[in-house]
Antibody
Framework: QVQLVESGGGVVQPGRSLRLSCAAS????????MHWVRQAPGKGLEWVAG????????YYPDSVKGRFTISRDNSKNTLFLQMNSLRTEDTALYYC??????????????WGQGTLVTVP | QLVLTQSPSASASLGASVRLTCTLS???????IAWHQQQPEKGPRFLMK???????KKGDWIPDRFSGSSSGAERSLTISRLQSEDEADYYC?????????FGGGTKLTVL
């Protein structure tokens, strides 16, 4: 059974940094691309980062490019999101999501429960 | 630019059927999409993938009441025999090699 458990959220002041983690289990983590998707309060889903199965390819939307960095440790089945220069508009629930493919982005087929990041 | 368009809201009566649509932007009518359901105060859940020819692949434990179809640039999710727990936000999602795109979501109200 696929499980994705996010951690690391909290309240952080504008301009500061925060690192999110996602512990994965129940599938061969090193075979699949992974993503971070966020949801601001009362808003829809917004994709913020993706990474290939081996960590060699990373992709971001313009809204976070240069500030957010996605990475993974396949030996520990863990996905990370380093968020720098945080802004009030980064306030959201951040979800870890598993991709159905390996190298490039395809459909998300499993979601975590999210970790809340608040930038007052 | 790859964009998905969804109606903001929909409603239908308990026990009835409802069809939600997601439209791909011009030039992208051959793209596959995925549907996700988000019940109130919960994380999203993958429902199914729909390709341009209408074939679909469902997620784990998704009941037969949920089905998908495709016509041109439009991808549809049909929910039959509506139940109260179907009241939720529904998002479509698509992708290119280096990006993931979500539609704005449809809030489904079960009357």
């Amino acid at each position: 059974q696929v499980q994705l458990v996010e951690s690391g959220g909290g309240v952080v002041q504008p301009g500061r940094s925060l690192r999110l983690s996602c512990a994965a289990s129940g599938f061969s983590f090193s075979n699949y691309a992974m993503h971070w998707v966020r949801q601001a309060p009362g808003k829809g889903l917004e994709w913020v980062a993706g990474i290939s199965y081996d960590g060699t390819t990373k992709y971001y939307p313009d809204s976070v490019k240069g500030r957010f960095t996605i990475s993974r440790d396949n030996s520990k089945n863990t996905l990370f999101l380093q968020m720098n220069s945080l802004r009030t508009e980064d306030t959201a629930l951040y979800y870890c999501a598993k991709d159905d493919g390996g190298k490039y982005a395809t459909m998300v087929d499993y979601w975590g429960q999210g970790t809340l990041v608040t930038v007052p | 630019q790859l964009v998905l368009t969804q109606s903001p809201s929909a409603s239908a009566s308990l026990g009835a059927s409802v069809r939600l649509t997601c439209t791909l932007s011009s030039g992208h009518s051959n793209y596959a999409i995925a549907w996700h359901q988000q019940q109130p105060e919960k994380g999203p859940r993958f429902l199914m993938k729909i390709t341009s020819d209408g074939s679909h692949k469902k997620g784990d434990w998704i009941p037969d009441r949920f089905s998908g179809s495709s016509s041109g640039a439009e991808r549809s999710l049909t929910i039959s025999r509506l139940q109260s727990e179907d009241e939720a936000d529904y998002y479509c999602q698509t992708w290119s090699t280096d990006s993931v795109v979500f539609g704005g979501g449809t809030k489904l109200t079960v009357l």
